[in-house]
DNA sequence: AAACCGGGGTT
DNA sequence: AACCCAGGTTT
């Protein structure tokens, strides 16, 4: 395998580095496990930046298990718009939810335990065991990995579940006694600060003499990582569509189905067109209201083009063309009849913040509200 | 093993 | 524009 004094320094250099560089994030104050738990879900691929925010409001609505566990998700939801990946916030409260009631809201410090909730995989069951209760389990992520390969040269697939497992022998084997909070912490924030994906700050790294991808001149080509296929596009028309009479003043927003892509969130209508080129915004609208009309039965009246946008998730690209609308006077009089569907609603602006929207509709939100000055 | 699942920062 | 981020679940 590597030798001892390669891992020896390696583990000893580090937790040096880190008593003097590591930042003062907000879910270092303590060892509260349930905050702990809540900050490794958000850094799921999420950066620190970005988190910190979102984890002060969050903590502060949800300051224990209980308080998460008995809150509506719509609620957890809405706490989490703007932060992607939104299955974690279900699965946070499921899970939430079942160390209330079966662990008497004590967050699990026993590998078998806290591996089998929701939305807790190798990684964070791996974190919370080590930062919350110092258990000598290893917490692998992308930084890991990273710092990893390099440190060691390990041209292995960092995509390949293999390595994973590999890298977490190495991981754990490189944990000093009783050090496991503190180390984890350190091999991430390396990677965080100096062990950089591109044009790392070797200069400054505390283990650069003994790194082995450093001595091949190889650490800008580690790790190696298999490219990721490109998003597919697909086209969207959207429609914006304002009340009139009683709903003046209100938009028709939709419920998103409850599974798959973006569940349960709140989201203009709109439809996805099948073929492969734009048409004119006559014919556009003209498809959006007979499109709409057959699969929901409302009858949009498309009255002028307002804008385009885009948005790229992970896996898809939508081009999006956004169509002013009302509703036509056969689906007012239906509407008054109640037959509006179970998963369509009128909202004001001021109810707006009681739902939450994927970020591609909240820009275009913003973006009308601007342009009415 | 591959696909699904967001959104934004860095270079 | 490409790459990547304190990943997990489903197929």
Redesign the pocket.
């Known amino acids: 395998m590597y030798s001892e004094e390669q891992k020896q320094y390696f583990s000893e250099q580090l937790l040096i580095w880190y008593g003097r560089h590591k ?1 003062d ?1 907000p ?2 104050q303590n060892k509260n496990p349930y905050y702990i738990w809540i ?2 879900v958000m ?8 988190v910190i925010p979102y984890f002060h409001r969050f903590i502060e609505q949800f300051p224990t298990v209980k308080a998460l566990a008995e809150a509506p998700e719509e609620q957890v939801l809405k706490a989490w ?8 916030a279900r ?1 946070l409260q499921s899970a939430v939810r079942e160390v209330h009631e079966r662990y008497g809201g004590q967050v699990p410090n026993e590998k078998a335990e806290i591996s089998s ?9 791996g ?1 919370i065991l080590s930062i919350a209760y110092n258990k000598p389990e290893p917490a692998v ?3 890991v990995m ?1 710092v990893l390969s390099r440190y060691f040269l390990i041209e292995e697939d960092i ?4 390595t994973r497992v590999r890298m977490e022998a190495l991981a754990k084997d490189l944990i000093p006694e009783g050090t496991a909070g503190d180390f984890n ?1 350190a091999l ?2 390396l ?2 600060m100096v062990c ?4 790392p700050h070797c200069l400054t790294c505390p283990v650069m003499v003994q790194c082995a991808a450093r001595e091949e001149g190889m650490e800008e080509a580690l ?1 190696i ?3 990721a ?2 998003p ?1 596009p697909e086209r969207r028309l959207v429609a914006l569509i304002k009340g009139e009479g009683v709903n003046d003043g209100k938009w028709l927003i939709r419920q998103r189905p409850q ?5 349960r969130m709140w989201e203009l209508p709109h439809i996805e067109l099948g073929h492969s080129e734009w048409q004119t915004d006559e014919v556009n609208m003209d498809v959006l209201r007979e499109t709409i009309s057959l699969s929901e039965g409302i009858r949009l009246a498309p009255s002028g083009w307002l804008m385009d946008t885009d ?6 690209y939508w081009d999006m063309k956004v169509y002013q609308c009302s509703l036509d006077q056969a689906s007012l009089s239906r509407e008054k009849e109640g037959l509006l569907p179970f998963h369509y609603r009128w909202i004001s602006q001021e109810e707006l913040v009681q739902f939450a929207f ?3 509709f909240v ?1 275009i939100m913003k973006a009308w509200q601007e342009a009415q000055g």
């Open positions: 930042r994030l879910w270092r900050s490794e850094l799921q691929q999420t950066r620190v930046d970005t718009e703007g932060l992607g990946y939104y299955s974690r699965n909730l929701k939305g807790v995989g190798p990684y964070t069951s974190a992520d992308g930084n990273r995509m390949k579940p293999s912490q991430m924030e990677g965080a950089t994906p591109r044009s790790p990582k298999k490219k296929k490109p597919r599974e798959g892509l973006l569940a948005h790229t998730f992970s896996h898809i994927p970020n591609v820009r």
